[in-house]
T-cell receptor, first 114, second 111 residues
Framework: NAGVTQTPKFQVLKTGQSMTLQCAQD?????MYWYRQDPGMGLRLIYY???????DKGEVPNGYNVSRLNKREFSLRLESAAPSQTSVYFC?????????????FGPGTRLTVT | KNQVEQSPQSLIILEGKNCTLQ??????????LRWYKQDTGRGPVSLTI?????NTKSNGRYTATLDADTKQSSLHITASQLSDSASYIC??????????FGAGTRLAVHP
């Protein structure tokens, strides 16, 4: 039982390049989330998927797209990377979106855009 | 505007000592509050989840308190260990599990 896994762990991009961050969970959770964490700031929600087949914008969605490929997998795509997207990205999952269900986080992807 | 303020920003204590971390929040609607532990280079791990009607919840040496009237929460760590060195993040939750994360308190436990 691996929990939430993310790939890659580290990535360096040049401005304008694109890439996809992968996330998978093996806990049969319905809801999945993408956050970014910047120094001195709290985690901020980029996009979430309340259930398979649905996605919605979070607090900071500009410059990102997501795909809920199936119940297990939720990917985050940067179409044209910008230096402002340098951050650590965390994927999380929970049983449901509503209610005090625990959110389980992956190990993170550290992205640098030059 | 939803806001979370944690204090202190950083803290150094000696192994075996106790400490208390503070969290003040302005989140509406409010339904629950979580505390997370985040080791350097890793994802946050949940310590406690309290609903608005709960005043205290413990997880081993970690005890969280919540005063929903004053919008304050604290995390008390008893008999600290070197492995407690981490960032501790407060996250009040509103409707539909929408969490607002604080910037965290960085704790260093020295031998």
């Amino acid at each position: 039982n691996a929990g939430v896994t993310q790939t890659p762990k580290f990535q360096v991009l040049k401005t304008g390049q694109s890439m996809t961050l992968q996330c998978a969970q093996d806990m049969n959770h319905n809801s999945m989330y993408w956050y970014r964490q910047d120094p001195g700031m709290g985690l901020r929600l980029i996009y979430y998927s309340a259930s398979e087949g649905t996605t919605d914008k979070g607090e900071v969605p500009n410059g990102y797209n997501v795909s809920r490929l199936n119940k297990r997998e939720f990917s985050l795509r940067l179409e044209s990377a910008a230096p402002s997207q340098t951050s650590v990205y965390f994927c999380a999952s929970s049983k449901e979106r509503g209610g005090p269900y625990e959110q389980y986080f992956g190990p993170g992807t550290r992205l640098t855009v030059t | 505007k939803n806001q979370v303020e944690q204090s202190p920003q950083s803290l150094i204590i000696l192994e075996g000592k106790n400490c208390t971390l503070q969290c003040n929040y302005t989140v509406s609607p409010f339904s629950n509050l979580r505390w997370y532990k985040q080791d350097t280079g890793r994802g946050p791990v949940s310590l406690t989840i309290m609903t608005f009607s709960e005043n205290t919840k413990s997880n081993g040496r970690y005890t969280a308190t919540l005063d929903a009237d004053t919008k304050q929460s604290s995390l008390h760590i008893t008999a600290s260990q070197l492995s407690d060195s981490a960032s501790y993040i407060c996250a009040p939750g509103g409707g539909y599990n929408k969490l607002i994360f604080g910037a965290g308190t960085r704790l260093a436990v020295h031998p």
